[in-house]
């Protein structure tokens, strides 16, 4: 049997990332915690470990099952600077298998394993951060870009609606002045995090530009999407925060422009453009393409 198991942030475990074994079935769902058992011992000492029998071995008292299938184990922490980033993990189910030998062996190929375990997780994050903004860790208008167009053939071919919604933040720049560019980036996270918040697994929130911010709403039409839009408009009116310094609050206002596919166009370009048109149409904020001066254009 060989596993390797890797840690995952948002579980808070080694999850089995790779299981080899006649028990392949049964030990695909085993979870190890950091800080307790062998594991917590291999992880805290950062040394390889060598079990000879696991139904004797005080550290393995809470592995049961393991020991059931597993007599023999080799744990191997797969460590890098400071990271423990998982667990390999090699076993057999007769006890005294492994000598000192084998754990010499097994530590120099978990050591390899380490080094092209930190080659990929640098590669995911260079790709993320390419397609990321650093500043509020939203898809950025590229990634964006990119989504629409992969919704926009989905959605075409079943003959649904999609929604964009572009929000720019008012006179941003006049905050920065103000207060300071360390308060307009508060503003920007805050603002960010109450789209996310409201738009939840619905669609995708993405930082558009500077002081700007995109929605993708699959599947909503004009009136679900202009909905969506109101309530927004108002939760960044309720947004307010304090200046060190300063008495007064800091509140944010909006303008917003809508446009669905495919009324307002069939192509990511043309739907961005007629959103955008809609956004700067006047002076005051916009709501689902209202026209200029402030009328329906004469859609449901």
Known sequence: TAMICLWSEERGLFVPAAVRSPYAAELKDVLWERDTGIVGWAVQSREPCLVTDARSDPRLEQELGLSQFLRSLIFIPLAYEDEVLGIFVIGDRQPGVYREHNLHILTIVGGLATVALDNTRLHHR???????????????????????????????????????????IDQLSVLNGRY??????????????????????????????GDGFALLLP??????????????????????FGVEGREERVRLS??????????????????LRQAESYLYASGEPVIAGASPAGGSRGRA
């Open 254 to 271: 909006v303008r917003i422009g809508l446009a669905v596919s495919p009324l307002d166009g069939a192509t990511a370009d043309e739907l």
């Open 126 to 168: 260079l790709k993320k951060a390419a397609g990321y903004d650093p500043l509020t860790g939203l898809p950025n208008r590229y990634q964006f870009w990119r989504h629409l167009q992969s919704e926009l053939h989905r959605t075409r071919s079943q003959d649904q609606p999609l929604a964009v919604i572009l929000i720019e």
């Open 180 to 209: 300071g560019f360390a308060v307009g980036d508060y503003a920007l996270v805050q603002f960010a995090r109450a789209l996310e918040d409201r738009v939840g697994a619905r669609g995708t929130v993405a930082r558009y530009g």
């Open 219 to 240: 599947e909503f039409g004009e009136i679900r999407a202009t909905e969506i839009a109101e309530r927004l408009q108002r939760a960044v009116e309720q947004i307010s």
